[in-house]
């Protein structure tokens, strides 16, 4: 632990590449940890990065670690960091093969855990026909049959941007909606159906969605379900560290508060990537990585030095 790397990466998705790429071509000396669970890694593809637009996701994640081996400073490892202590100047992180490395600098870029409702079958369809995000998935479902299944205070909201992808739109409240007139008058000349029962199971064969089945025995129709999510940190790293939790959000319930250049409360410590912000796509992790790692390579140079008077 002699020659501390200038930046540890934990995580190699969008926003680990992304930051690995700049870091690799500035020359800094880099570890990228990766335990390879992108967020996205179900999904057929990715919708809506400039580029890549439907591209498999792990065609993406590969296409980006091959262009790393081009910059010899960059060293990419699997596995999960699983430790983190702040040395005041370097941290010290532990892997979970009992390997030990130092940095001068860290940027967490290990994404978020989606948590989905809790409806049988959700799970099995989870980034397939069930997703959270229209812009990444309606285009796929487009004129199909949809539903919406959420009655939170975005409820109304979600189902009228749905509408946008389909004519055919659901909003199941599984339970009685708790909504105001004005979101009656919201949905009605939109066209969207209000459906209060308990939704007990979804139907249709593997990832693919026919139909809603309702407690009380009926059915609907539908093809593609915007389900509500929210984020949540998936590594204990940025709490170890006694990183700044920003105030929950309506996507994420406890990202890494972040200035501009994605500077965490801790000195030297940066976060990129769902981890650190309310807008999650590929498209903004990888611009974070990619601010973050200048940002990094900004503050590796020396500091003045002050003379007493
Ligand atoms: C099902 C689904 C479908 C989506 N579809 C789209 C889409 O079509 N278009 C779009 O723009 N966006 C989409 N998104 C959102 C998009 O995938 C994310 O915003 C983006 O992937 C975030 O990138 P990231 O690098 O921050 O995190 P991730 O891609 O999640 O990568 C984080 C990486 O860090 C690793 N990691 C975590 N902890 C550790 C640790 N302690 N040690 C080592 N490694 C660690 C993980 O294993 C993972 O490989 C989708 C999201 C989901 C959930």
Request: glycine share 16%; no cysteine.
């Given at each position: 632990m002699n020659n501390p790397w200038d930046c540890i990466i934990v995580g190699g998705g969008a926003a680990g590449l992304s930051a690995a790429l700049v870091l690799g071509r500035a020359r800094r000396r880099t570890l990228l940890v990766d335990a390879?669970?992108?967020?996205?890694?179900?999904?057929?593809g990715i919708g809506?990065?400039?580029?890549?637009?439907?591209?498999?996701p792990e065609a993406l994640y590969r296409a980006g670690r091959d262009e790393l081996a081009?910059?010899?400073s960059v060293e990419v490892r699997g596995g999960h960091v699983v430790g983190v202590i702040d040395g005041g100047g370097t941290f010290d992180l532990e892997l979970d093969d009992g390997s030990r490395e130092q940095a001068r600098r860290v940027l967490l870029a290990t994404g978020m855990d989606y948590r989905f409702p809790e409806v049988p079958g959700v799970a099995q369809r989870w980034g397939r026909?069930?997703?959270?995000c229209p812009f990444c998935h309606g285009w796929e479902v487009r004129d199909r049959p949809l539903g919406v299944l959420d009655r939170g205070a975005l409820a109304v909201q979600r189902a009228l941007l749905l509408r946008f992808w389909s004519d055919d739109v659901t909003l199941l409240t599984n339970g009685a909606a708790d909504l105001g007139s004005g979101d009656l008058d919201r949905l009605q000349p939109a066209g969207v159906v209000l459906e209060e029962r308990v939704v007990g199971a979804l139907r249709g064969p593997?990832?693919?969605?026919e139909a809603v089945a309702f407690t009380d025995g009926g059915e609907r129709r539908c093809e593609g379900l915007l389900v509500a999510v929210t984020l949540h940190q998936r590594s204990t790293l940025a709490t170890q560290l006694g990183a700044r939790i920003a105030e929950p959000g309506p996507v994420a319930a406890e990202a890494v508060a972040i200035d501009t250049m994605f500077r965490?409360?801790?000195?030297?410590l940066f976060a990129a990537g769902d981890?650190?912000?309310q807008s999650p796509s590929v498209a903004t992790a990888v611009a974070a990585g990619s601010t973050a790692a200048a940002a990094i390579v900004h503050d590796l140079l020396p500091r003045p030095t002050h003379s007493a008077p």
């Open positions: 390879g669970e992108q967020s996205n890694r179900m999904a057929e809506g990065l400039l580029g890549h637009d439907r591209r498999p081009a910059y010899p026909s069930v997703f959270h593997g990832s693919t969605l965490t409360s801790i000195p030297g981890v650190g912000t």
